[in-house]
């Protein structure tokens, strides 16, 4: 089945060190890769997606490129801040809408040190 | 604009009882997803309801089920709990099916002793 792997942590990071976080994927067809931001006691916030190969999503500073061929969604940013300090997940949604739900990797904790 | 609304936020229960999870979409948002999330298993689909019907279910017994009402409000039930039952319960909506973006809640807190 479909599946998402990316590196757990927790990553420490100094504040305006680079910021990258390895997201590879299984997956038939042609996904729509996303990654979601999630800070402490809240829900899931959609950070950014790209929906076919090649494309290159950004928010807020924040970059991933969806690589058919590595089958990679690696975030980056290239000055990280203390407000950056969160969990976040890399995850898929098959082709059609997305019934089967969004498989997701299991989060990477984020922890960036003033 | 309100975001979802998940009640309610942190829940206790003991083996064996049912219990009754409520989530309103924003405005507008006909399909409502859920989800469950637990440190060992991470985030795992449970169910997605759209105009009142289910989508698709994901990997989990029959002892979970949903429904979702006509104003797109939609109520989750875990009969007889189990321990492993206890987890962060997420609710996400979007607007419809071909839309991507999901929205998601805080989530409920479940556990169960």
């Known amino acids: 089945g479909d599946s998402v792997t990316q590196m757990e942590g927790p990553v420490t990071l100094s504040e305006e060190a680079f910021l990258t976080i390895n997201c590879t994927y299984t997956?038939?067809?042609?996904?729509?890769l996303f990654w979601y931001v999630q800070y402490p006691g809240e829900g899931l916030q959609l950070l950014l997606k790209?929906?076919?190969?090649?494309d290159k999503g950004s928010n807020k500073g924040f970059e991933a490129t969806y690589r058919k061929e590595t089958t990679s969604f690696h975030l980056e940013k290239g000055s990280v801040q203390v407000s950056d300090s969160a969990v976040y997940f890399c995850?898929?949604?098959?082709?059609?809408?997305?019934?089967?739900?969004?498989?997701f990797g299991k989060g990477t904790h984020l922890i960036i040190q003033p | 604009k309100a975001g979802v609304t998940q009640t309610p936020r942190y829940l206790i229960k003991t083996r064996g009882q049912q219990v009754t999870l409520s989530c309103s979409p924003i405005?507008?948002?006909?399909?409502v997803s859920w989800y469950q999330q637990t440190p060992g298993q991470g985030l795992q689909f449970l169910f997605e309801?759209?105009?009142?019907?289910?989508?698709n279910k994901g990997n989990f017994p029959g002892r979970f089920s949903g429904r979702q009402f006509s104003n797109s409000r939609s109520e989750m039930n875990v009969s007889t709990l189990e321990l492993g039952d206890s987890a962060l319960y997420l609710c996400?909506?979007?607007?419809?099916?071909?839309?991507?973006?999901?929205?998601f809640g805080s989530g409920t807190q479940l556990s169960v002793l």
């Open positions: 996400a909506s979007r607007r419809d099916i071909t839309n991507e973006k999901l929205f």
């Open positions: 997956a038939t067809g042609y996904p729509s």
């Open positions: 790209a929906t076919k190969a090649d």
């Open positions: 995850a898929l949604s098959k082709e059609g809408g997305g019934a089967d739900g969004l498989t």
């Open positions: 405005s507008g948002h006909r399909s």
């Open positions: 309801y759209f105009s009142e019907t289910q989508r």
